[in-house]
């Protein structure tokens, strides 16, 4: 670095907010290895590119992870754009495919409850492989506010009213102040393809 060379690159207004709610909610630490939960949907997008713009500030190392469910006849197709969008930017990428139908079936679950506990699982064992301290999710708050009408609605009492944590146990959401809206801008202006725009079910 150069005499006069400033510190720190100059952020994008979307990736200050995130960096801001990183460090107010204490989400990551200097030097951590993350692994982020990747779709290929706008959230999860949105997730991983600015994590991969705020590596050098926060001194990162970044694995690319998705899920596939196959639960659908794109799901191959979603993989492979998956794979290809963590190419683009330079960081490490990882797949899992899963049985969610058989276990929906053998223990009388629901397709999302299947989904859902099988791809936590999933991404626990590939933290575990890849040796990541931390599981980024791209929840937003448009998720969080969400969530917490459905509780009401379901009425679960007082807990409801938390919605979606910013952290539980080692599984982050840095985009937990952001909304859909910020989201959408934010991929135009790094001119981000997307291949489909609303993956079901999430890995956020």
Known sequence: MTAGQPKSKRFDSFETKVLNTIKRRNLIKKGDRILIAFSGGPDSTALSVV????????????????????LHDLADVHQEHSRMIAEKLGVEFVSETIDVRSRALN??????????????????????????????????????????????????????????????????????????????????????????????PRDS
């Not at 994590?51 to 196959?70: C, F, K, Q, T, Y």
């Open 107 to 200: 223990h009388d679950l629901s397709i999302e409850h299947a989904a859902r506990l099988s791809r936590y699982e999933a991404l626990d064992l590939l933290a575990n492989m890849k040796s990541c301290d931390i599981i980024a999710t791209g929840h937003t708050a448009t998720d969080r506010v969400e969530t917490v009408l459905l509780n009401l609605v379901r009425g679960t009492g007082p807990y409801g009213l938390v919605g979606v944590p910013p952290r539980r146990d080692r599984i982050i959401r840095p985009l937990i102040d952001v909304d859909r809206v910020d989201i959408e801008s934010y991929l135009k202006r790094c001119n981000i393809c997307l291949l489909y725009t609303s993956p079901s």
């Open 51 to 70: 994590l991969r713009a705020l590596s050098h500030e926060l001194d990162l190392s970044l694995v690319m992870a998705h899920i596939n469910h196959g």
